[in-house]
């Protein structure tokens, strides 16, 4: 059997529930409205909001043809705007939903379902962080920014005395900014704490990190934060490595070490034959390429040429799959989708344990059991060279045979069995 850590699983558990948390802890603030049906070019978008994914607003728009709008975008009228050199008074203004209006656009219509709110700026933006926090495609740079940017204008408003302490706080002394701020968000409060240093770091190094490709790598962002000076940071960033653990999606941000004239890891074997001895085989690799294949020896596999986003998994499954934006999360919901019409019927993962990302939360959500190492895996280069990551690892089983699995990886790490919850799907942003 497994290696079971209570305080091990109930710490993981918090941190990939915390974002469907927020939004129902969230919602409680919001202000009721009336609901109703206004022209999309007559509501006003803020300048300076987040810019719009289009691959969001493409899915969205795909969404809502087959099922239509399940959630209206939230507006507040406010006066004093100004709309094509005119100052207008009662203008709907957006608070969330700009991907939604940028879908409905894409299909076509000219009028969106909206909820007015009675809210004034702090509490708009308010609404709209407690929006953005729930969206899977938030980096963690982003995540850490909006949620010091709620801790900043709530304790304004503590201090001001325009919220009341709430009766669910715990007895005692006034909480603080980031504590309050934690259990309204449904966070843990260190959590909250890494998330003010992450948000803290230099315009100069949030941009470097951008470059980089280290926006999404919360551990690398709290590295840099610990340098006072900006030009320390940036250099913890830019010396940072970042390790995958194969050839799987060449690219800029795929690959990144410390300029050692190699991009390409692989999985050591002793991990591919654990692999094996849970599974028996491995039909398909989906995410991998020639080089991978002399330890991996999939009946079937794809390259970044022959792409696996578009082929059937069926059968044994093994992924290790490309650790950039997006790819790892077009990867992990593909296979998703394939053990649940059944083509794949066992399937091992390999990621990093990144609990704070969304597409984390969609393993957890999924996976029958999970072993997070208890070291970090030392990846090899084709010359034979061993790795250094930057943090852990962890597997993540699909399948029948959760018992075999726990048993098989309890060598190299403490498995956990996520309780299931059934969660209701919506549409964000």
Not at 129 to 151: G, K, V
Not at 334 to 342: A, F, N, R, T
Request: proline share 5%.
């Amino acid at each position: 059997m497994s290696q079971v850590d209570t305080r091990f699983i109930d710490d993981v558990r918090e941190e990939v529930r915390a974002e469907q948390r927020q939004k129902r802890d969230a919602a409680q603030n919001y202000r009721s409205g009336k609901i109703s049906d206004l022209l999309i070019d007559h509501i006003h978008v803020p300048v300076g909001r987040r810019a719009v994914d289009g691959s969001r607003a493409e899915e969205l728009a795909k969404s809502i043809s087959e099922v239509g709008l399940l959630s209206p975008v939230i507006v507040a009228r406010r006066d004093g705007i100004e709309v094509d050199g005119d100052i207008l008074d009662n203008v709907p203004v957006l608070v969330a939903g700009a991907h939604r209006i940028e879908a409905m656009k894409a299909l076509g219509h000219t009028f969106i379902r909206c909820q007015e709110i009675d809210a004034d700026e702090i509490d708009a933006e308010l609404i709209e962080i407690s929006e953005n926090l729930h969206r899977a495609e938030l980096t963690a740079l982003q995540r850490s920014e909006q949620i010091a940017r709620w801790i900043e204008l709530t304790t304004a408003r503590r201090e001001a005395g325009e919220i009341s302490r709430q009766p669910d706080a715990k007895p005692g002394r006034p909480e603080g900014g980031v504590r309050a701020a934690a259990r309204e968000l449904g966070l843990s409060e260190p959590d909250a704490r890494r998330a003010v240093k992450v948000a803290g770091l230099s315009a100069e190094a949030k941009a470097a990190a951008v470059d980089a490709g280290l926006d999404n790598n919360r551990t690398a962002l709290l590295a840099a934060a610990k340098e006072p000076e900006p030009e320390k940071q940036v250099a913890v960033l830019v010396g940072r490595t970042i390790v995958a653990a194969n050839e799987n999606a060449p690219g800029p941000n795929t690959y990144r070490t410390n300029f050692t004239g190699d991009n390409e890891w692989y999985t050591p074997a002793r991990y591919i034959e654990l692999a094996r001895k849970v599974m028996g085989s491995i039909d398909v690799d989906p995410a991998s390429n020639d080089h991978a294949q002399k330890t991996v020896r999939a009946e079937t596999y794809y390259t970044a040429e022959t792409n696996g986003l578009d082929k059937d998994w069926r059968g044994k499954v093994w992924m290790n799959p490309p650790y950039s934006q997006p790819e790892i999360v077009h990867f992990i919901d593909k296979l998703v989708e394939e053990y649940q019409s059944g083509r794949c019927t066992e399937a091992i993962v390999l990621t990093n344990n990144s609990t704070d990302t969304g597409w984390f939360g969609t393993l957890f959500e999924h996976a029958v059991a999970i072993c997070f190492t208890t070291g970090r895996i030392r990846f090899e280069s084709p010359k034979g060279e061993k790795a250094a990551p930057v943090m852990g690892q962890a597997f993540c089983y699909f399948g029948t045979k959760p018992e075999r699995f726990a048993e098989v990886f309890a060598e190299i790490g403490n498995v956990v069995m996520p309780a299931r919850q059934t969660q209701a799907a919506g549409q964000a942003a």
